[in-house]
């Protein structure tokens, strides 16, 4: 059952793929007209049938994974980061049939599959739940939670779409350094995913003997060359060198090695990139925009969060404090993770506060759009790989 999930998550894949080359085609194609007069574009249909299908099966792999694993599979970085891009693409879905906005798909596909490659990275293996986890609210809590996010992303989407198009990249402001950093953030991401294909196609492993926060003697492994190396940290495997820095017990040593080596090879890419564009990514991308109505992607940023909110609110404050309580006979507990989940709520907060209040729109409500969602994956990859506390686990 569980190799069965994993072949609908590979074919999904390719069906990602596939609509993200029809939404291009969408964009820059030829359109035509039907009998009616009414003009039509074929290649986005197809590429909307293409993502339900990936979907599918993407919501195959899920169930199937589900039954063979005996619970939610959302309780590992592998399994909540696909979830993620399970959530994206159903909040693509229901944003496109509401209004059908080809360049939402040009831009959504291509993150849905950078986000299943991403979490294609992280340990798949099926494991025994430790007991903090054995209960319905993983289910509740985190499928609710991932769900939230999921559309909170569509607004994401649509704040980036709508800077890529407003923005004058013939001049170095700070708006275009803060977009190109965007997208830089996104290379970081595409970068790790290359040099984890390629390491472990590689099959390197380096193992190091050290002492842990407790004062205790622990083994830890390492998928990418040490850079960063744990405390007093020793290599006892035949693979790997000594690192150049060593860190505190309290931080993952492995984990913000993998977050270096993803900063460093995103900064190949886009200087790579720059050198062959001569011009801002964003600035080569500007001109498949043109057609696209700001007003439009506004909204459609708008109508996101104020769906994605209150079932982001639901899953990830008022589900989490009450299993908290359930498990850890407290509702709160400043734990890293809840933290930033609150400081996510509260962004959120301020952002609809500000735009229904305040007249915020355009410009300045898609860059909150933008880094809300940078604050989501904040709290996705530094505080569940970094940090450590009581979501480690993760």
């Given at each position: 059952?569980?190799?069965?999930?994993?072949?609908?998550?590979?074919?999904?894949?390719?069906?990602?793929?596939?609509?993200?080359?029809?939404?291009?085609?969408?964009?820059?194609?030829?359109?035509?007209?039907?009998?009616?007069?009414?003009?039509?574009?074929?290649?986005?249909?197809?590429?909307?049938?293409?993502?339900?299908?990936?979907?599918?099966?993407?919501?195959?792999?899920?169930?199937?994974?589900?039954?063979?694993?005996?619970?939610?599979?959302?309780?590992?970085?592998?399994?909540?980061?696909?979830?993620?891009?399970?959530?994206?693409?159903?909040?693509?879905?229901?944003?496109?049939?509401?209004?059908?906005?080809?360049?939402?798909?040009?831009?959504?596909?291509?993150i849905v599959m950078l986000i299943v490659a991403y979490a294609s990275m992280f340990p798949g293996e099926v494991q025994p739940l430790i007991p903090a986890l054995q209960s319905h609210w993983l289910t509740i809590?985190?499928?609710?939670?991932?769900?939230?996010?999921?559309?909170?992303?569509?607004?994401?989407?649509?704040?980036?779409?709508?800077?890529?198009?407003?923005?004058?990249?013939?001049?170095?402001?700070?708006?275009?350094?803060?977009?190109?950093?965007?997208?830089?953030?996104?290379?970081?991401?595409?970068?790790?995913?290359?040099?984890?294909?390629?390491?472990?196609?590689?099959?390197?492993?380096?193992?190091?003997?050290?002492?842990?926060?407790?004062?205790?003697?622990?083994?830890?492994?390492?998928?990418?060359?040490?850079?960063?190396?744990?405390?007093?940290?020793?290599?006892?495997?035949?693979?790997?060198?000594?690192?150049?820095?060593?860190?505190?017990?309290?931080?993952?040593?492995?984990?913000?090695?993998?977050?270096?080596?993803?900063?460093?090879?995103?900064?190949?890419?886009?200087?790579?990139?720059?050198?062959?564009?001569?011009?801002?990514?964003?600035?080569?991308i500007q001109p498949l925009l043109k057609s696209v109505n700001p007003q439009t992607v506004d909204e459609i940023s708008y109508r996101a969060i104020a769906i994605g909110l209150p079932i982001f609110a639901l899953?990830?404050?008022?589900?989490?404090?009450?299993?908290?309580?359930?498990?850890?006979?407290?509702?709160?507990?400043?734990?890293?993770?809840?933290?930033?989940?609150?400081?996510?709520?509260?962004?959120?907060?301020?952002?609809?506060?500000?735009?229904?209040?305040?007249?915020?729109?355009?410009?300045?409500?898609?860059?909150?759009?933008?880094?809300?969602?940078?604050?989501?994956?904040?709290?996705?990859?530094?505080?569940?790989?970094?940090?450590?506390?009581?979501?480690?686990?993760?």
């Open positions: 059952m569980i190799e069965l999930s994993s072949n609908f998550m590979y074919a999904s894949f390719f069906l990602y793929f596939a609509a993200t080359v029809l939404f291009a085609v969408s964009v820059t194609g030829k359109k035509f007209k039907n009998k009616q007069g009414l003009e039509k574009n074929k290649a986005g249909l197809l590429g909307y049938i293409s993502s339900i299908a990936a979907f599918l099966a993407m919501m195959t792999y899920f169930t199937t994974r589900w039954i063979g694993v005996g619970y939610a599979p959302v309780s590992n970085m592998f399994e909540y980061t696909t979830a993620l891009g399970i959530a994206i693409n159903l909040g693509f879905i229901i944003i496109y049939a509401i209004y059908r906005n080809n360049y939402l798909g040009l831009f959504t596909m291509p809590h985190v499928i609710t939670t991932v769900i939230g996010q999921g559309i909170l992303a569509i607004g994401f989407v649509s704040g980036l779409i709508y800077l890529v198009k407003v923005i004058d990249f013939n001049k170095a402001t700070k708006k275009v350094k803060g977009l190109e950093f965007i997208m830089y953030t996104l290379l970081c991401t595409l970068a790790y995913v290359i040099l984890g294909f390629s390491f472990g196609a590689a099959d390197y492993q380096a193992t190091f003997e050290f002492v842990n926060e407790q004062g205790n003697e622990a083994e830890i492994n390492y998928v990418f060359p040490p850079i960063i190396g744990p405390n007093e940290g020793e290599l006892i495997s035949e693979q790997g060198i000594n690192p150049f820095i060593e860190v505190p017990a309290y931080i993952e040593s492995a984990d913000l090695n993998t977050v270096l080596w993803s900063v460093l090879g995103g900064l190949v890419l886009y200087l790579l990139l720059r050198l062959s564009l001569r011009k801002p990514i964003g600035g080569a899953g990830g404050l008022i589900f989490a404090m009450i299993w908290a309580q359930i498990a850890w006979t407290r509702f709160w507990g400043w734990d890293p993770k809840e933290v930033w989940a609150l400081i996510t709520f509260l962004f959120y907060v301020v952002y609809l506060h500000l735009r229904l209040s305040k007249g915020w729109h355009g410009e300045k409500s898609a860059w909150l759009c933008v880094i809300g969602f940078a604050l989501i994956m904040f709290n996705l990859i530094f505080v569940n790989l970094v940090i450590a506390g009581l979501h480690s686990y993760a």
